[in-house]
């Protein structure tokens, strides 16, 4: 059954994928984008990865368009035609696609029980979580406690990429707005359409709630903080969409959103600090309490608030990185 | 029982695809990418059901969200092109 | 009664499946872009209703019936105002075109 669903959303993965690359209109590029992102979304979906499957919709579904979008706007709208004919490249990649499967020759089954991947460590998280953490979802254990340090590095990976977008966004702006025509057309945004905006006020605030529940049922179900930032920050970028970028602004400010930024991948730290001035080794969370599986399950809440708010703030500084160069607001 | 309705939407999913393929306007694309978000929420209540995992539901409410912010954004970004024609029409010259 | 619940079940997906399957149909075949916008917002709507009806039908009384309540409010209430959010933007669209388009000469 799950090989037929497969089978299926692959076969439209690959078509999507030609015709991404095929087409010269960069606009049909990125919806084809966001069709590629659900695809994937559902093939995680499909394989049983819920976690995963749920960042890759909030991100590479949502925010990704939006981003991607913002940069349309201050490009181009079609491809610069390619100046010779991309022979060299097309027989790498043909000779690095056969390599890679040819590889997959001995790999062994999917999901087979006795493959290496699943005789080591993977047997050893799902018996002992129960006993040293006792949280229902493993993948955030695994992610916050078991291998605490790779996400401390994700999150700071994250933060280096705000400030790499910012760097590059920021520097050449104009000071002086854009004169605008003084008839310019009412049509400006979505701000004057009625029916967006009530329907936006709407479900704004059951956003963020929703993203506050994806935050703090992390450890019982798919979720966690990266999803979470991202659902937030997406509840706010639709208060941009709807009342202008201007009041999101003044909503959340800009040394509010990088003090956000900052705040997260800090806090983060912080409590792997903590640990080691309560006697344990970096990010060892036991000894956060006087319990050892109530530290581990403090750790965890922590650490994933912290990534939370650093994922919120990222998203929302290099939105408005882009939209605040974009002439037409 | 959940298995016909599963391949139902996936076959209006790849219907859904070939109109954004195909779609002469840029908003044919973007009802076609409207289209799929919602038969992928549709897909995913169904899938995690079929598999036994109520407690996926909360993917379907999070695809749902997303697809509607995308589609305003989309739209948004269609509102501002046209005003952004407009300046670079009148106004170009007075951009550093 | 679990009989009922399953044949209730059945029928409402089998209305489910063909009225998606006619919208995406609808959004193929149909001239402009008008008509497939209104062949896909109503089937979206029915489709959605009737999929998760069925769906909250085989949960009986639980939490999960109340998430699949939400995920169909919220699709109720996001779905028309998308379809209505495009066709405002294609119609001006549109009229701009037309406005800057060259007169045609008498």
């Not at chain 1, 990649?93 to 062994?108: G, R």
């Not at chain 1, 520097?171 to 009530?198: E, N, Q, S, Y």
């Amino acid at each position: 059954m799950t090989i037929l669903f497969a089978l299926f959303l692959l076969t439209m993965l690959v078509i999507t994928a030609v015709a991404i690359v095929q087409t010269t209109d960069l606009f049909a590029a990125v919806m084809l984008l966001g069709i590629f992102s659900l695809l994937m979304a559902a093939n995680f979906f499909v394989l049983d990865a819920a976690d995963v499957a749920l960042t890759e919709a909030a991100v590479g579904a949502g925010i990704s368009t939006v981003l991607f979008l913002g940069a349309l706007a201050l490009t181009a709208a079609r491809e610069r035609p390619a100046a010779d004919r991309p022979w060299l490249p097309l027989l790498v990649v043909l000779v690095t696609a056969a390599t890679v499967v040819y590889a997959t020759f001995d790999k062994p089954a999917l999901g087979d029980p006795n493959a290496p991947v699943h005789q080591h460590v993977a047997p050893w998280y799902l018996s002992e979580t129960p006993r040293l953490i006792d949280i229902p979802n493993v993948v955030t254990a695994v992610l916050g406690s078991y291998r605490g340090y790779d996400t401390l590095g994700e999150v700071f990976v994250v933060f280096a990429a705000a400030i790499g977008v910012l760097f590059v966004l920021s520097g050449d702006r104009p000071v002086g707005d854009v004169i605008r025509p003084a008839d310019a057309p009412t049509t400006r945004g979505l701000k004057h359409h009625l029916i967006p905006r009530i329907v936006g006020k709407l479900l704004i605030p059951f956003i963020i709630l929703f993203g506050l529940y994806v935050q703090f049922h992390g450890e019982y179900g798919p979720g966690g903080g990266f999803q979470a930032g991202a659902i937030i920050a997406a509840g706010v970028i639709l208060y941009a969409l709807l009342q202008g970028e201007g009041r999101a602004l003044a909503a959340l400010p800009e040394p509010v959103l990088k003090a956000l930024v900052a705040g997260g991948a800090l806090l983060y730290t912080l409590v792997g600090v903590v640990c080691m001035f309560l006697g344990g080794n970096f990010l060892e969370y036991s000894v956060l309490a006087a319990d050892s599986v109530t530290g581990q399950q403090v750790g965890i809440i922590l650490i994933e608030a912290g990534v939370g708010v650093a994922v919120t703030g990222v998203l929302l500084c290099i939105f408005h990185a882009f939209a605040a160069r974009d002439p037409a607001h | 029982m959940y298995i016909t309705v599963s391949l139902a939407i996936l076959v209006t999913m790849a219907l859904a695809i070939v109109r954004a393929l195909r779609g002469p306007s840029l908003y044919d694309r973007v009802l076609a990418v409207n289209v799929f978000g919602t038969k992928t929420v549709l897909l995913v209540s169904v899938v995690a059901y079929l598999f036994g995992r109520p407690d996926f539901l909360d993917l379907a409410l999070a695809y749902a969200l997303i697809n509607f912010i995308g589609v305003l954004a989309v739209l948004e970004f269609f509102q501002s092109r046209g005003l952004r024609r407009e300046l670079d029409a009148s106004g170009g010259e007075e951009r550093s | 009664m679990n009989l009922a619940l399953d044949i209730a079940s059945w029928v409402l997906f089998g209305i489910g499946s063909l009225v998606l399957f006619i919208g995406a149909i609808g959004v193929l075949r149909m001239p402009t872009l008008y008509t497939r916008m209104h062949a896909a917002s109503l089937t979206d709507s029915l489709g959605a209703i009737a999929v998760l009806g069925g769906i909250m039908l085989q949960a009986g009384w639980s939490l999960a019936a109340l998430k699949l309540l939400a995920i169909l409010l919220f699709l109720l209430l996001t779905s028309p105002t998308s379809s209505y959010a495009l066709a405002n933007a294609a119609v001006l669209a549109e009229k701009r075109d037309a406005e800057s388009a060259p007169e045609p000469s008498a």
